[in-house]
T-cell receptor, first 114, second 110 residues
Framework: NAGVMQNPRHLVRRRGQEARLRCSPM?????VYWYRQLPEEGLKFMVY????????ESGMPKERFSAEFPKEGPSILRIQQVVRGDSAAYFCASSVLRGQTEAFFGQGTRLTVV | DQQVKQNSPSLSVQEGRISILNCDYTNSMFDYFLWYKKYPAEGPTFLIS?????DKNEDGRFTVFLNKSAKHLSLHIVPSQPGDSAVYFC?????????FGAGTRLTVKP
């Protein structure tokens, strides 16, 4: 049973381009969380999704950021028109249940905007 | 808003001694609490958890204590080992939410 898979591990984008980050949860997990870690900071919650539904996106910037978790395929975090301040490590985690259980993290995608 | 706080950004202890990492939370709806360990360039890995119906959970060298009235939890590592050096995040979970603290960097000196 493979763990949470994130790709790419490293992504370099020029300012104004789009960044697409993928997360394949563990087999059987239907809950996905995305977190962002800025340099020298902790993990900041962005969005919580279940299959085909966004449950909580209160941590997502209102503009340029979007997330989806389709019925088939990985969860995607999409950042349009990237700016230097988007440079960070983005982690996704998955869990089998809602609450009262641990979430398992992927290795993260390090986004660098040049 | 920071619902989960780790007020000590760093902690340094001698090998063999006890490490105590602290975490406070504000949302009384949280009912499940977790500690994660993170090495550089890796994702956080789950360490230990505790449900709100308990006040202590132990797993080998790691023990988590929960004080619900104070909305406080702590992670004790005894004895500390150099391999324990990492950033430790506490997390609190409600039905549809999981929030993390900012992390505490633990350094265990040989």
């Amino acid at each position: 049973n493979a763990g949470v898979m994130q790709n790419p591990r490293h992504l370099v984008r020029r300012r104004g381009q789009e960044a697409r980050l993928r997360c394949s949860p563990m087999k059987g997990h239907s809950h996905v969380y995305w977190y962002r870690q800025l340099p020298e900071e902790g993990l900041k919650f962005m969005v919580y999704l279940q299959k085909e539904n966004i449950i909580d996106e209160s941590g997502m910037p209102k503009e340029r950021f979007s997330a989806e978790f389709p019925k088939e395929g990985p969860s995607i975090l999409r950042i349009q028109q990237v700016v230097r301040g988007d440079s960070a490590a983005y982690f996704c985690a998955s869990s089998v249940l809602r609450g009262q259980t641990e979430a398992f993290f992927g290795q993260g995608t390090r986004l660098t905007v040049v | 808003d920071q619902q989960v706080k780790q007020n000590s950004p760093s902690l340094s202890v001698q090998e063999g001694r006890i490490s105590i990492l602290n975490c406070d939370y504000t949302n009384s709806m949280f009912d499940y609490f977790l500690w994660y360990k993170k090495y550089p360039a890796e994702g956080p890995t789950f360490l230990i958890s505790i449900s709100s119906i308990k006040d202590k959970n132990e797993d080998g060298r790691f023990t988590v204590f929960l004080n619900k009235s104070a909305k406080h939890l702590s992670l004790h590592i005894v004895p500390s080992q150099p391999g324990d050096s990492a950033v430790y995040f506490c997390a609190a979970s409600a039905y549809n939410d999981m929030r993390f603290g900012a992390g505490t960097r633990l350094t265990v000196k040989p």
